[in-house]
């Protein structure tokens, strides 16, 4: 016996009354929105790791950034980038990182994409997106580029 039809459209629609991310973008949930757009929505992390720390959502529920669509993720990346500028100059930061956790290995909490806005300060303790993996495996660049260029061959 098959699964009903609609069984992926209701599995979707639980995912999203359920998801925290959703909730704000819909504001039945309380955040400090910061910026409301079209398709996306800037709140202030509930546990900022530095002031000002933000995170950009698309409007939309996608679980991970692999499956968004590409032009959506690059409307996200520009909004993005976008809010951590205004961020920077308003609260006088000295930069900022932007970065996505993406899948659970990845420290991923919230499975609906967002992207944070970390402003940086100096002597803020932080350091670089390397500090953030220290596994170096054992094949050389080459084999892992002979690897990857034939994926990235493909539409
Ligand atoms: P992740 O680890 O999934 O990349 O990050 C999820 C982020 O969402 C965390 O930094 C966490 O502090 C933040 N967060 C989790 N729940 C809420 C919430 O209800 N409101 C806000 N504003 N941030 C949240
Ligand atoms: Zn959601």
Redo the contacts with the bound molecule.
């Keep these: 016996m098959g699964a009903p039809a609609d069984e992926g459209a209701e599995s979707e629609e639980r995912a999203v009354s359920g998801c925290?991310?959703c909730q704000?973008a819909r504001v039945e949930?309380p955040?400090?929105t910061i910026f409301a757009g079209d398709g996306a929505v800037a709140?202030?992390?509930?546990?900022?790791c530095t002031p000002g720390?933000t995170?950009v959502i698309p409007r939309q529920h996608y679980a991970t950034l692999s499956e968004m669509p590409a032009e959506e993720v690059g409307k996200l990346f520009q909004v993005a980038a976008m809010v951590a500028t205004k961020v920077q100059s308003a609260l006088g930061a000295a930069g900022f990182n932007l970065g996505?956790?993406n899948g659970k290995a990845a420290?991923?909490?919230?499975?609906h994409v967002?992207i944070?806005i970390i402003p940086r300060y100096a002597d803020d303790g932080g350091g670089s997106m390397k500090s953030v993996a220290h596994f170096k495996g054992k094949e050389s660049l080459e084999q892992i580029a002979a690897k990857l260029r034939p994926a990235l061959a493909q539409p």
Excluded at 107 to 111: A, L, P, R, S, T
């Design positions: 925290l991310f704000i949930r955040s400090h709140f202030l992390d509930i546990f900022p720390h995170l996505i956790n420290g991923q909490e919230v499975f967002h944070h």
